[in-house]
């Protein structure tokens, strides 16, 4: 089974890829596809997900692409974990809440709207491609 990780070269993936490679883990991925629109944190993320492997019971193969649609297609599952304008863009945000009196932390108030309406085009455009590319089981 392939599970794609949109925004693949992040740094809470290894987390992730430590949980499916587990003795214990219910679901059996086989695959795991790190998709980003950086080559270099895909490269980085690539390095450690193989030191990590040599310490695992079933790690998944890793697949990394920069390619969306290769990315997806194939995949069982999809799983977004991606940062619309990246740190630069959470750091904006955060900072014209403060700036504004209020809590600017990304997941709630001004922060996390700014976010979410960033995030918002990103996201229809990743379902687009999810029912193109990858529409699900016996299509």
Not at 12 to 35: D, K, M, N, S, W
Not at 110 to 138: I, K
């Amino acid at each position: 089974m392939k599970l794609t990780l949109i925004g693949g070269g992040g740094f809470r993936v290894p987390q992730i890829f430590e949980a499916l490679a587990a003795g214990h883990a219910a679901a059996r991925v086989t695959e795991l596809c790190l998709y980003d629109s950086s080559p270099q944190r895909l490269a980085v993320m690539q390095s450690v997900l193989a030191q990590l492997a040599a310490a695992t019971a079933r790690p998944p193969r890793v697949t990394v692409s920069t390619d969306l649609d290769a990315a997806l297609r194939g995949a069982a599952f999809v799983f977004s974990a991606m940062r619309v304008g990246g740190a630069e863009g959470r750091i904006a945000d955060e900072r014209v809440a403060l700036e504004l009196g209020v809590l600017g932390q990304e997941t709630v108030g001004p922060g996390g709207l700014a976010y979410a309406l960033r995030t918002l085009p990103a996201a229809r455009r990743l379902a687009e491609r999810m029912a193109a590319v990858a529409p699900g089981p016996g299509s």
